[in-house]
């Protein structure tokens, strides 16, 4: 068997088929879904700076909580594991408790300046007291304290559609946008008063 009913559910199939959509999805549940880390998806994950973790309890109750951090918080271990390092917050310890009892979990990566987003389904673990894992994982210089350790292992990733991605930048994607720009309009204006001299000292107007 493959990775595909994790993905695709029973009840997702059989809604599929009462749907009509069960024909698209066909070679793709026959093939199964990556579940090793590809260039394509390291190179994603070093971009983001932002992911949404999803746990559930023992009995089934969900709960998503955001992550976030310098662009590439998440840190790929090995072709299988991802981590990073978790920080101290509001100490509600709700995801740690879920991942005490279940370690199902799920991660929802966003790139919305791109239009683009991966969902992966797979286990959790949180590692306490580990100093050495928690340096490797925390981005040095980053105004947070580092507490524990968060390990993502894959089981199944998909590429999502990018439809209804509204387009958004961060404040320091616009700044180094514009730093771009300035430059452009620098040189140009350079370029300008150097036409101009050229033609001032011809004798023309």
Request: aromatic share 10%; proline share 4%.
């Amino acid at each position: 068997m493959n990775n595909a009913s994790l993905v695709f559910t029973p009840a997702a199939q059989q809604a599929q088929a009462e749907r009509g959509s069960s024909t698209a999805y066909a070679g793709r549940i026959a093939e199964g879904f990556p579940d090793t880390v590809t260039p394509e998806l390291a190179q994603f994950i070093a971009q983001l700076d932002t992911a949404f973790l999803a746990t559930a309890t023992a009995g089934g109750a969900p709960y998503i909580q955001h992550r976030g951090g310098p662009k590439g918080f998440i840190k790929v271990i090995d072709e299988k594991t991802l981590g990073f390092a978790d920080y101290r917050g509001n100490r509600q310890y709700i995801t740690l408790a879920n991942l005490s009892e279940n370690d199902r979990a799920y991660l929802f990566l966003l790139d919305p300046a791109r239009r683009q987003r991966i969902k992966l389904w797979g286990r959790a673990r949180v590692v306490e007291n580990d100093a050495a894992l928690v340096e490797k994982l925390f981005d040095a210089g980053y105004k947070a304290k580092p507490e524990r350790a968060i390990l993502f292992t894959i089981e199944a990733w998909d590429v999502n559609c990018s439809q209804h991605i509204v387009t958004r930048f961060t404040e320091t994607e616009i700044e180094e946008a514009f730093a771009v720009v300035q430059e452009k309009v620098a040189a140009l204006q350079a370029e300008n008063e150097r036409l101009r001299a050229l033609l001032a000292t011809a004798g023309l107007p």
